[in-house]
């Protein structure tokens, strides 16, 4: 295999046997979790939400954390993924650049989400839960949690962002496939469901309201525990075979990415491709750019605030140190359901804080154009969020071609979007409009943090 | 790797270079299609429905085809596909056997129909074609020919049987963003579409009026031809690139398979899979049993006859020495619409007519039932095509549990069901009926055969 290989693949025994864990290699340590008064909450108080095997991967320090090998012989099924470099991109461009993307697209569930989804229902199993409850915004999650949940014997209900509901009923089809029950979020089950309804009766629902109701439901239910599809350090510490995976493959072409690409909604497919580069870059063995891409309509690295914020809109998680909108901002119903969230992982927005990452916003519009130019040229139809990414990369490959440098781009395809065409319609009959966060709404957006307790001065 | 090996995959410089033409092979030569007279069609005739270098290889008896590089370069984006040991399915079903499945759901428009559509499309652009037409049942040789005409700049027009267009809007939308055209058929554009809905006002469609369309379009439009997905000669060469791979990679893990099996609407995906293997059969240096499984709706091999007949029902097609049910027979509206076809590719036909393959019909019901239980052990929802492959598979494993035996059972994983959920929401809520042709209506079934050509007392 060389740079001519369109297709680096890694046999199963060249899979990671370890995820890679960047709070062990931070300068500064991370702020912990703390409640309305301030006070950091014990790992124990996460156990009334997750199984504490998981807990405590939540708050390890360790670099190293070995995969489970029941795990990893599930993850043999389509892992590694292939790198593959894009070269009917490069060619419709003209681009002297050499554009890689890891395709994580070939997951039965269809995206990266399976990562964690398979060792969460594991951890779960092994800790005895017997039924689980989460969120899904573009249904990525939900349907990659149930595909976890089957593969390990335990129920799942799964609260689903009202727009995407209605957008996609193949996703519902697919959960209730997988034997998992499907439900438009804000429902009336929950009162986190019932508020929400009372103050917003049109709601679209969002990620944010979807976790206040799964939450509610796993903590006053027997034997159930919740699951998080991004956001938390579990979730981004399973994703990190991604740019474990990738670092592997460029070894055996001999090349190393001038810059890192990835969309950013939560933060755990960012997190998957780029945290170990990141490792270098700490390490100062190399120093590639990384580059979070937000979508307009919710930019919460490069508008937001980093502060003490709820990761959802009742406030029933911790408050977690992180770059946010607010826990109640309610953004446009864009086509990427995934990207619609108000607040950035804290191990994201820790790196970014310390100024290891770029962060970009950019509107749908573009990126739905650079989806059609890469799904034309590359003959892979990828979902609106990797959207986001594809276009950065496509601004990267155009600015080396005017700059006449040869340079090496990696991007993570989170997944496809074979069941996302809606999106697609409205671009090709000219309909879809671009939504932007404005500036003027900040003060109101965060209006729901300002009591909130504040990250120590000078952090 | 080794029989544990979960996913047995290759190199980019193990893809074979070559296809593999069975022509070569055959002990009796192929009977040559003729025209209603019973004279045999010269190859030029096909010269006005396809381009020459396509004609050639319809025709040729040489064993071994080379794959251009253009071609290779575009199928190394997503192969060789993996070879899988399917571990779940085999624990669900609790048998001794070894199932391996080849995974032709990783191409980039979900099924095995790209491995023909990219040389398709290529060797028109060498000839000069700057439009095509085609039609599509399920709607996955219609994908697959949009991505193959757009990597090869070539317009194209798609005729979708009826029953699939409205069952699967998203496969039209996939067509579009591709940039192909895609009408419903029968359509009122042409004299075979208007003929059909004056003789049967209310039909679903069927794969025999959209072919008799889209050859009418290709021969009266210029600088257009016309594409199949099955059935043809060169068309089932380009698919052995699937059994070529697995043959390969089964000798990486130390097997060879005991039994081979595949679905069978035309005929190719079936003769991809199984062909290279039917060679050591032809060869004696193996002998493994190989299986065709047809829909009990449409069950050519097992109810139909040997006999002269056209692809299409307005008999625009050669007449082809093939199992048929008749060029006139509409199979009922079952879910897996690639194996409603009339009749069986006349390489398929001669190999079952030497006696080197077996042929079963399963209808429906037990064909999801297999898929769902697949779905759930393997996490990977099929296509309803290949489900039938599965079912087949599954009563292999069955009967390896009762014999008590070790056995090594490969099928061919055609395509994926992430668009073709409808089938699937149907079983889950109780919905779907099984279909059954019914022998008492083989005669009238028949009966627009009568007055053909026959093959030779004694072939």
Request: net charge negative.
């Amino acid at each position: 295999m060389n740079s001519e290989t369109i297709r680096v693949t890694l046999n199963e025994d060249e899979m990671p046997k370890a995820w890679y864990n960047i709070a062990a290699d931070f300068s500064k340590p991370m702020l912990p979790p703390v409640d309305a008064s301030g006070k950091a909450v014990p790992p124990e108080a996460l156990g009334a939400i997750f199984p504490m095997n998981l807990v405590e991967q939540e708050v390890s320090t360790e670099r190293w954390i070995p995969i489970p090998d029941e795990v990893r012989h599930i993850l043999y099924r389509w892992r590694p993924t292939p790198l593959r470099r894009a070269v009917g991109l490069e060619r419709a461009l003209g681009t002297p650049a050499k554009i890689y993307f890891k395709d994580e697209s070939v997951s039965p569930a269809g995206s990266h989400k399976t990562n964690t989804a398979i060792p969460q229902a594991y951890y779960n199993k092994i800790a005895g839960t017997k039924r689980m409850t989460t969120e899904t915004g573009a249904g990525q999650w939900g349907t990659a949690l149930a595909l976890g949940c089957k593969m390990m014997g335990i129920d799942l209900r799964v609260y689903m962002v009202k727009i995407s509901f209605t957008q996609k009923p193949l996703r519902q089809l697919i959960m209730r496939t997988w034997g998992a029950e499907c439900l438009s979020s804000p429902t009336t089950l929950t009162k986190a469901g019932r508020d929400v309804l009372a103050r917003w009766p049109d709601t679209e629902g969002s990620l944010g309201i979807a976790i206040s109701e799964a939450i509610e439901d796993a903590v006053s239910s027997p034997n159930t525990k919740y699951g998080l599809g991004s956001v938390l350090n579990h979730v981004l510490l399973h994703q990190t075979i991604i740019g474990l995976e990738a670092k592997e493959q460029f070894k055996k072409i001999g090349l190393y990415p001038d810059v890192i690409i990835g969309c950013a909604g939560g933060g755990s497919n960012f997190a998957g491709i780029s945290f170990p580069f990141i490792a270098d870059k700490i390490a100062g063995s190399s120093n590639p750019r990384v580059v979070a891409v937000e979508p307009a309509a919710c930019p919460k690295m490069t508008k937001g605030v980093f502060a003490y914020d709820a990761g959802d809109v009742a406030m029933m998680t911790p408050l977690l140190p992180m770059y946010t909108l607010g826990h109640e901002y309610q953004p446009a119903a864009i086509h990427a359901g995934g990207l619609r969230y108000h607040g950035m992982a804290p191990l994201v927005s820790h790196a970014r804080h310390e100024g290891l990452l770029e962060a970009m916003a950019l509107p749908q519009v573009e990126c739905f154009a650079a989806a059609m130019t890469f799904a034309n040229a590359e003959g892979l139809i990828p979902a609106p969020e990797s959207s986001h990414a594809i276009a950065a990369a496509i601004r990267e490959a155009n600015a080396a071609k005017e700059e006449g440098k040869e340079k090496t781009i990696l991007f993570n395809l989170s997944g496809h979007g074979l069941l996302d065409l809606s999106g697609y319609q409205s671009y090709m009959e000219g309909r879809l409009i671009d939504h932007y966060f404005d500036d003027a709404d900040l003060k109101e957006s965060l209006a729901c943090i300002k009591d909130l307790p504040k990250p120590p001065p000078g952090y």
